[in-house]
């Protein structure tokens, strides 16, 4: 394994961090679940604002499953609060 390979899996928190591999920073977040290539997911970095594929992991996956889950839960919030709002 290559070293960036080894530093994308090292983090002690359950987010992925999958490295830039144009200027190296660990800010990149997840922007499709699919890449030009079904194996592949397409992130993007904060620091040099460029999207990047990133072969798919357990833990890549994890960050997308989290990600959904906390939009479903705000969609959900939202519209109970305007349900309330409309009462």
């Known amino acids: 394994m290559t070293q960036a390979h080894d530093s994308a899996h090292s983090t002690d928190d359950s987010r992925a961090q999958a490295p830039c591999p144009y200027c190296g920073a660990t800010e990149t977040e997840p922007l499709s679940l699919f890449g030009q290539q ?3 997911v397409q992130m993007y970095c904060q ?3 460029t999207p990047f594929e ?3 992991d357990d833990a890549i996956l ?3 499953e989290a990600r959904q889950a906390r939009e479903a839960d705000e969609a959900h919030e939202a519209g109970a609060a305007r349900k309330g709002d409309q009462s």
Request: glycine share 0%; with cysteine; hydrophobic share 50%.
């Open 62 to 64: 994890a960050v997308f």
């Open 54 to 56: 990133y072969v798919k």
């Open 38 to 40: 079904l194996l592949t």
């Open 47 to 49: 620091r040099c604002h």
